[in-house]
């Protein structure tokens, strides 16, 4: 998530370090309408980490914690939006009152 704070663009991508592009990458092919598309996953039951991901989340935002939703968001490609990863750490920092790298390392269990 630092990546935003160094770099210029308006949208990134991050991938897990075990993951390569076997085809060319065309980042175009990501955008519909304006709007980044997300590989999203039905589940049938809920999955505990992703529960505890929700609820970390939630508490660092000093908001309600959501229902459990009834679908996953993980995969291995990670796209931000410059715009919306700096309006978050700003929340972040209002809301704790210390940048939000010391309140993630807070956390025991988090994911971007």
């Known amino acids: 998530m630092a990546t935003g704070e160094f770099l210029a ?3 990134f991508l991050i991938i897990d ?3 390569f592009f076997v085809a060319d ?6 955008v519909k309408d ?3 598309s997300m590989y999203c996953e039905p589940l ?4 505990a980490l992703h529960n505890k991901w929700q ?3 939630a508490k660092m935002f000093k908001i309600e914690s959501p229902k459990v939703l009834p679908e996953i968001y993980v995969g291995p490609f990670i796209f931000w939006r410059r715009d919306v990863l700096q309006k978050m750490f ?16 807070k956390q025991l269990s988090v994911s971007e």
């Not at 990458?25 to 990501?30: S, V």
């Not at 700003?90 to 390392?105: A, D, H, I, P």
Request: charged letters at 30%; hydrophobic letters at 25%; aromatic letters at 10%.
């Open 9 to 11: 663009e308006d949208n």
């Open 17 to 19: 370090s075990d993951t």
């Open 25 to 30: 990458f065309k980042f175009e092919r990501f």
């Open 34 to 36: 304006g709007n980044i």
């Open 44 to 47: 049938d039951t809920p999955i």
């Open 55 to 57: 609820e970390n989340s």
């Open 90 to 105: 700003r929340s972040l920092k209002e809301v704790n009152g210390c940048s939000w790298q010391k309140t993630m390392c």
